[in-house]
């Protein structure tokens, strides 16, 4: 699913290059939602095969689909009706949401979850097998074996790869080698900070906003991955005795329902949550913790004015209940908002990181004087250094390499980075564009 970046929007996103009944099978490398936003619409359009994919996967994107079919039914709704407001004349044809919430029963009941690292056959002539791609929860690349008349031929797609030393996930797996390789490659031209003592910044933060200024510490964040994360450092915190006695909030309906399928698949969790287990069966919770699914408890948040951790989504603050919290928060010094992830310079969060001084909520302008913080070592995706250790094992079998998923430019500086690393034949296809192996 196309999700910004460009203007036409709804119609990238209701268009196929490819007959959808044509298709045989679809194979999932992970939930997040540019990955798996349009498999309900797929369905609808004529697809009628298995999508295979982890069993993690699965269960996010039983909530997740449904959560995006909730958003397209409400854009679609708030689009008609600034339609209708417009004299005739001026008005665009009106739209259909890509798909709705009854739809998701159906999509989610072809679903096949798989584990990691066990072949399967998928038809006479084709076997899968996935492995941790250390991304998000459930998250793999996949590996596949082709017999086309009588000759094999082996594939590797990376999916999205994430990065080794991350909480709660294991290191990415490197894949088989393989003749063909479709590679990511988001952060093709860049190198991350690393961020040693992560969680001393972090109870600093804590401390200096909830302790000394007795104000509200407000932090945006995706609600699977980065949510999960952030409560299991806070969790080790408390069972350490380090963490102050401070209410710590989880307000978002989607945070609060992954958090749940990250507790019920454990088969997921890295050496050190396995251990952690031992000493706390709830990583994911603690007493002064709680999760707010309804708009009141909410609500009640925005009147309270003790000191609090808040964390809500949407990340970059453009949707969800994080937009009240700023507008409520935003001008108090005493409160901080801590950015702990990639925001797109146009959004709210992407604004706040830059520096601004003053942003509009809801129509109106606010005064930014809460002091904004930022911790960018929560990443999900590898850099150029990690993804080529994830990559150089298929230097001696791959005949081609294709990079996808990434902006024009960082992929053309991919290319010669792996160039220079010594990987030959490496393809930028085009959007749309048909290759035979
Ligand atoms: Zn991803």
């Known amino acids: 699913m196309f999700q910004g970046g460009t203007k036409n929007l709804h119609e990238e996103n209701s268009q196929w ?73 001026k008005r665009k044809a009106l739209r259909e949401p890509l798909y709705i919430s009854s739809d998701i029963p159906k999509t989610m009941s072809n679903f096949i979850g798989c584990s990691y690292e066990r072949w399967i056959r998928i038809n006479n002539n084709v076997e899968i097998c996935f492995k941790d791609a250390g991304h998000i929860l459930g998250s793999a ?28 996930l294991r290191d990415p797996k490197p894949m088989f080698p393989a003749d063909y390789v ?31 200024k007795k104000g509200k510490l407000i932090i945006p964040a995706f609600s699977v991955g980065r949510t999960q994360e952030i409560v299991y450092m806070l969790d080790k915190m408390e069972s350490a005795g380090i963490l102050p006695k401070i209410p710590v909030y989880v307000d978002s309906p989607l945070s609060v329902n992954a958090t749940t399928v990250f507790g019920s698949h454990p088969e997921c969790y890295d050496n050190e949550l396995n251990e952690y287990l ?8 603690f007493n002064d ?31 969800g209940r994080i937009q009240h919290h700023m507008y409520n928060n935003i001008e108090n010094p005493n409160n901080t908002f801590l950015i702990v992830g990639y925001c797109s310079p146009d959004t709210p969060g992407g604004m706040l990181r830059n520096g601004v001084e003053a942003i509009k909520v809801f129509g109106e302008w606010k005064i930014v004087k809460a002091e904004i913080k930022i911790m960018d070592s929560f990443s999900a995706h590898g850099d150029r250094k990690e993804m080529y250790q994830f990559l150089k094992n298929q230097e001696s079998s791959a005949k081609k390499v294709f990079l996808v998923h990434g902006e024009q ?22 959007l749309g564009e048909t290759i035979e192996l």
């Open 141 to 168: 690349s996949v590996n596949l074996r082709i017999n086309e008349n009588g000759k094999n031929k082996t594939i590797g797609f990376t999916g999205d790869i994430g990065r080794p030393d991350r909480p709660i």
């Open 182 to 212: 479709i590679s990511e490659s988001t952060y093709g031209d860049k190198e991350h900070e690393s961020g040693p003592q992560q969680s001393e910044k972090f109870l600093e933060i804590i401390k200096e906003t909830c302790l000394n």
């Open 409 to 430: 430019d960082t992929q053309m500086k991919f290319k010669s980075y792996l160039q220079d690393k010594g990987f030959q034949n490496i393809f930028i296809p085009a």
């Open 278 to 285: 031992l000493i706390d069966d709830n990583p994911f919770g």
């Open 289 to 319: 913790l709680n999760y707010i699914r309804s708009v009141d408890g909410s609500k009640a948040l925005n009147a309270s004015k003790e000191p609090a951790i808040i964390i809500s989504s949407s990340g970059m603050m453009n949707a």
């Open 17 to 89: 290059y490819f007959k959808p009944k044509n298709v045989d099978v679809l194979i999932l490398s992970h939930a997040h939602i540019d990955h798996s936003g349009r498999i309900p619409k797929l369905v609808n359009d004529g697809f009628a095969g298995d999508i295979y994919c982890t069993h993690a996967t699965r269960s996010l994107c039983a909530i997740m689909l449904l959560d995006s079919a909730k958003i397209q039914e409400r854009d679609a709704e708030y689009y008609n009706k600034r339609q209708l407001k417009k004299k005739k004349r």
